[in-house]
């Protein structure tokens, strides 16, 4: 299994970038995923997790600014940020993992992630 993230950068606050995740050795449509970040001195945390029926939920620092999606033919995992706030500078991270199903996906702990990509840097400047 193989995840990369791509698409990091550095953009002034109020800005947009879109994170992808190609995915290889899983198919995207049937594992729990998700974005996830850290900044320096903090802990890794979840940003954003879809689950395999769609559904999708979203730290409450992102609500209403990123939007998770995928897509299956060409198994991508995406992350749309939109009105970047320094406060968003960090590494974020790919992750998924086959049995964190339904429910579990949106609200299990970052450490039941079994796959994890390396990451890109998102740095945003006020």
């Known amino acids: 299994v193989t995840l990369v993230e791509s698409g990091g950068g550095s953009v002034q606050a109020g800005g947009s970038l879109r994170l992808s995740c190609a995915a290889s050795?899983?198919?995207?449509?049937?594992?729990?995923m998700g974005w996830f970040r850290q900044a320096p001195g903090k802990e890794r945390e979840g940003v954003a997790r879809i689950a395999t029926d769609g559904s999708t939920n979203y730290a409450d620092s992102v609500k209403g600014r990123f939007t998770i999606s995928k897509d299956n033919a060409n198994n991508h995992l995406y992350l749309q940020m939109n009105s970047l706030q320094a406060e968003d500078t960090a590494m974020y991270y790919c992750a998924a993992d086959p049995w964190l199903g339904g429910t579990r996906c949106l609200s299990a702990r970052t450490s039941l992630f079994g796959y994890w990509g390396q990451g890109t840097q998102v740095t945003v400047s006020s």
């Open positions: 050795g899983l198919t995207v449509s049937s594992y729990c």
